[in-house]
């Protein structure tokens, strides 16, 4: 005896999104079952019923020393979390050394082209989409960044489907001396707008770390000890002392500001910013009681955050530990891949038959 189509739609329902192979096998199952989960409606019910959308994989830039020449090289790699997942091929940017990641948020990601002709690339695992947008400086390490955004993140996206949506990048820039400049590129009119730019006192050079967007700023650190945020609604840009140490990642805070977060003395800290620019740090959880194994391998670095669920990422010897901070739970390995990492971008995206059907044999 057959289910219902509606009951059976039930059970798809629930079923989780951190493992989009199930929901691909059920659709190879049979025509009726195709028919159900290709369906852009049950597409649209699965992301409301899940509201969050599931990690399907990160990138990261590993150094690479070439023994030829004294200089360093990024070699970005896709790590999977998932069984099924959009990179199912090396992304359209080139030879590993010929591109850098810089951002994934949204649903896509940002990548610096470093051969000429240079420029970014907005890339869209899920779809395929891909676009490339001029810039004119040349690719010296460190002293570029950018950041990638739905273009309606202040207007009530919730971020569930936004590859079709129009995006905007943040693109910046330090000189040789003591100004970094920002521009915009929104989707929507296909430029760039004016730039904008702020003196830094003590070295104007990007770091490796990941960036923030809280509300509606974007905050990029420096090697300065220092943050750049950019406001994008007032299209400005200011300096944030940022607390001492090497190790610390932006996060998001309790109260919604900016915060940081770092291994020290196998204990998680958080440093939350006080009304007078100061910072205090707050030692957060033990280290031993989350990840397997204890602490018998090192190091215990954070490389990356995730802005919508409060997960931070933790490098050890082993390979790649995700742990939600709120909820203060065991960490789980997403990752084997071993190297020396300064940063993760973690891609996040739903991933159901109905947009991956291109890759899908009809039963």
Known sequence: MELLEELVEEIFLRIPPEEPAYLVRAALVCKSWCRILSDRGFH???????????LLGYLHNLWNHPSVRPRVHYVPRFVHTSTVSPFTSPPPFGEPRQWRALDCRHGRVLARILVKPYHLVVWDPVTGGRQ?????????????????????HSDGCDHLDCHDDPFT??????????????????????????????????GNAFD??????????????????SVVKYDLHGHSL????????????????????????AV???????????ANGGWVRHKAAELKRMLLGGLRSKPHDVVGFVESTGTIFINRTAGVYAL???????ARMVGEEKGPYTD????????????AKGRLSPP
């Open 324 to 330: 939600d901070l709120s909820k203060s739970r065991q």
């Open 169 to 202: 990048v943040v693109y910046m820039v330090a000189d040789a001396g003591s100004v970094v400049r920002a521009k915009v590129y929104s989707s929507e009119t296909g430029a760039w707008g004016e730039p904008t730019s702020v003196t830094v006192h003590g």
């Open 264 to 274: 020290s003395d196998g204990c998680i800290y958080l440093w939350t910013r006080q």
């Open 344 to 355: 993760i971008l973690p891609y996040m995206s739903f991933y159901t038959p109905d947009i």
């Open 132 to 152: 490339e947008l001029s810039v004119s400086d040349s690719p010296t390490s460190y002293w570029y960044s950018g950041a990638v955004l739905c273009a309606a």
């Open 208 to 225: 490796d770390r990941p960036s923030l967007l809280i509300g509606g700023a974007l905050h990029l650190g420096l090697i300065s000890n």
């Open 238 to 261: 200011s300096v944030i002392d940022r607390p001492g140490g090497d190790e610390l990642v932006m996060v998001k805070a309790e109260d919604g500001g900016l915060g940081f977060v």
């Open 44 to 54: 649209r019910r699965y992301r409301m019923c899940h509201r969050t959308p599931p």
